[in-house]
Every structure is written in structure tokens, then in C-alpha cells.
């Protein structure tokens, strides 16, 4: 026996897919799956034994069958500074991936979530690049990043926004199109679609496909530099999908949607803040079809474990004389401020720092705190996963 949801969701492959058919075979109701949902979307609940709005029995079923955990990830390092909470989350097979919430001004939070471990694109300013794949996130190790109760349990609670802009490239895992689905699909992550980012080097297939599929998501391309042949030397993907090809996907989404794309534009000290850069860049946008409809983000490179060494991170005044620049030759243009550079907030640094045997201790007052989740638990959490079996990747 199986159930289908409202326009395919959960997507029948995902374990939350798994989870619904498997109530509907040992004949539960079907207001028993969306007691489960909304536990694992709002009580904070990390295990299936906690939810006790669901019967005992079926709490014991849903265990033996998919393990103890109610999302398929456990949290094993967090790290807390100013304005930002980090996470290092662990999948059942151990590979580790980060996620980060950024509290801004005027009670906004923005979560920036991984959709592979690792990444095997290279691009050569990124720590994520240098770890290489691991492997593809499933889809609902990507939705579980949203939705665990690590949330809850701590105090953050729901973000306003969501950017896919953590560890890999996005569009080069095509479980990503299921995440999205279940993100903005009311039952399950419930967002707006226009709040979610989804920020590519330029994998240009899957760029059309978003487009195409969720058009009211806002597309970011990183540029990081106008000129084909350095963008090359940066980011390796622009010789399969040149930056050109990108950039007029971006202009039939113009036409057709009429919302805005956004450029995303790391300025590295040295490399490409010359005028020859600000000169093309300009050029590069005013060529659009619908100029205005294109915004750059300027980026200041933090210099990040495992990316090119001879990087360098231009100063803050550099950076804005750059957008000043930008927007005197009429291009909108904003400087992106990153909160949290006190703990490393740039993609994969705390999972380089990880890898690589760095301190991991609790702060002192004013300093960032970082504090490794006990290992017992997470163990105890795995090898209890591990005996259910059922988890995805595992
Ligand atoms: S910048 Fe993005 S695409 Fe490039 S290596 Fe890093 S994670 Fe991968």
C-alpha cells in the first residue's frame, strides 16, 4: 500500500518518502504522519522516542525501522560567536558537513546550509574545494539542515532565509531538486520561495533546470572575475560552462520572471580589484538584456585553510572604494557583509579546521565559543542509527 502526498511531496525516494509509505503498510493513520512533521518541525524533537504525541508502538516501529533519529544528522561541533551560530553536522556514514546562522540587525537570521561534503569543482580562493568530494548530500540531509531540533533545543529557532551557499556546488548534486521541493512545500520546511538563494560557480545544466523548476527561487552566480581565461585559473568549471552561458540563462530568467539576479563577486587583494577589472565587470553587466534587473555582490576573500596560499584578503577600504566604483558607473552594487568572521564563517573552514586536528575548547567571554558535542552521545546516536539501519547515504 502507498501513499502519495500533495504534488509529490515528500518525493517518494527521500526517507521522509520512506517514512510516509511505511506508516501507510503497517496501517497507520494518515494524521500520524503530519503529528510526526510537525514534531520534527516544531518541538525540537531529535529522536522518534520523543515524540509523544505518537503512540508508543508505533515510536518503537518507526525506531527498529529507521533508527532512532528523527533526521538523518547529528551535530558534533558548534561553534558560537557575535552575531553567528555554526554547526559541523555528522551523517550516519561520518562524512561532516556545516551549517551557519547568521542573525542580522533589525531581528533577521539567515541560514547558509551545504548540499555536498566536500566538493570536487576546485575552485582555488575555497577550503571546501581543497577537501575534494566526499560525496552528494541526500535530499533530506539537506532539509534535515533546516529542520533538526539542534535548532530549537538552542534557542535559534526558524530563520527568516535560507542560502545554499555552504559547503559544494548546489547544482552539481541533483538531489537537490527534492530539497527544494520539500523546503518550501508548506508541510515540510513551509518558506517562501523567493526566500531561498541558491548560489552556483555556474553549473549551467542544473542552473537552467532551477530556473525552470523554481523560477521564484533568486539565482546567485559567482563571476569572481570578467575576464574567461583568470575566472578559468579560479574557478576550473568555467572551462565546461563558460561564464557566458551562465549569464544568458540569467538574462532569459530577466525576461521571463522579471526578478533579479544576483552576480556574487569575491574580491581577492591583487587579483582582480584592478581597474581593467572594474572596467570589464561593468561592462559585463550594462551588456545585459535587463541590466537592472542584475545586482553585484562584492565579497571580501577571507583567507581561508587549504585555498591558495598567495591570496590575500583586501582591506575594508579597498573593498568599498570597489563598490563606490561599481555604482558610480550607475551598476547596483552592494559590499556583502559576512557576520561571524570571528569564527571563520566562510565555507568549509571549520570543517578544514576539523580535519586538521584544530583546537576545539570552550571561549572565554567576548571570544568565540566552539565546543566539541560529546562523543559518547554522537557514537552512542550512530551506532544506534546504524543498528535501525534505513538511513540514506549511511
Ligand atoms: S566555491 Fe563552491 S563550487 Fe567552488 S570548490 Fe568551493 S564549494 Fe565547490
Not at 63 to 69: A, D, K, S
Not at 100 to 116: D, F, K, L, N, T
Not at 192 to 204: D, E, L, M
Not at 281 to 306: C, M, Q
Amino acid at each position: 500500500m502507498t501513499r502519495t502526498g500533495r504534488h509529490g511531496i515528500p518525493p517518494p525516494d527521500t526517507r521522509w518518502g520512506q517514512i510516509r509509505r511505511h506508516l501507510a503498510e503497517v496501517k497507520a493513520p494518515e494524521f500520524r504522519f503530519t503529528q510526526l512533521l510537525m514534531a520534527a518541525r516544531d518541538s525540537g524533537a531529535e529522536t522518534f522516542d520523543e515524540i509523544r504525541s505518537l503512540p508508543a508502538p508505533l515510536r518503537y516501529e518507526l525506531t527498529e525501522r529507521f533508527g532512532p533519529l528523527l533526521q538523518p544528522l547529528v551535530p558534533v561541533v558548534v561553534e558560537r560567536g557575535d552575531q553567528v551560530e555554526k554547526v559541523l553536522f555528522e551523517t550516519a556514514s561520518g562524512a561532516r558537513i556545516e551549517t551557519v546562522v547568521a542573525h542580522y540587525r533589525g531581528g533577521w537570521s539567515s541560514m547558509c546550509i551545504s548540499s555536498q561534503a566536500g566538493c570536487g569543482l576546485g575552485c582555488t580562493f575555497c577550503a571546501t574545494g581543497a577537501v575534494g568530494l566526499v560525496r552528494q548530500l541526500t535530499a533530506d540531509e539537506i532539509l534535515a539542515q533546516v529542520m533538526h531540533g539542534h535548532w530549537r533545543r538552542s534557542g535559534v529557532g526558524r530563520p527568516e532565509s535560507i542560502a545554499l551557499m555552504g559547503m559544494g556546488e548546489a547544482l552539481a548534486n541533483p538531489n537537490l531538486f527534492d530539497a527544494l521541493k520539500m523546503l518550501v512545500a508548506p508541510e515540510f520546511g513551509a518558506f517562501s520561495p523567493r526566500r531561498i538563494t541558491v548560489s552556483t560557480v555556474g553549473f549551467a545544466p542544473n542552473l537552467a533546470r532551477l530556473l525552470r523548476e523554481q523560477p521564484q527561487i533568486t539565482p546567485t552566480l559567482s563571476v569572481h572575475s570578467p575576464f574567461p581565461e583568470q575566472r578559468a585559473a579560479i574557478i576550473p568549471l568555467e572551462r565546461r560552462f563558460p561564464l557566458a552561458q551562465n549569464l544568458e540563462l540569467l538574462d532569459r530568467h530577466t525576461i521571463d520572471v522579471r526578478r533579479k539576479a544576483y552576480l556574487a563577486y569575491l574580491l581577492i587583494d591583487g587579483v582582480n580589484d584592478t581597474d581593467d577589472h572594474l572596467e570589464a565587470l561593468t561592462r559585463l553587466v550594462r551588456t545585459r538584456i535587463r541590466p537592472e534587473l542584475f545586482h553585484v555582490n562584492v565579497i571580501r576573500y577571507n583567507e581561508a585553510a587549504g585555498a591558495d596560499p598567495a591570496f590575500r584578503a583586501p582591506t575594508a577600504a579597498a573593498t568599498e572604494r570597489f563598490v563606490d566604483e561599481l555604482r558610480r558607473r550607475r551598476i547596483h552594487a552592494t559590499r556583502r557583509r559576512q557576520v561571524g568572521a570571528d569564527i571563520d564563517a566562510a565555507c568549509g573552514q571549520l570543517h578544514a579546521r576539523y580535519l586538521s586536528g584544530g583546537a576545539i575548547s570552550g571561549g572565554t567571554s567576548g571570544t568565540p565559543t566552539r565546543t566539541a558535542l560529546g562523543a559518547p552521545t554522537v557514537a552512542a546516536a550512530r551506532a544506534r542509527t546504524a543498528e535501525g539501519g534505513g538511513l540514506p547515504g549511511g
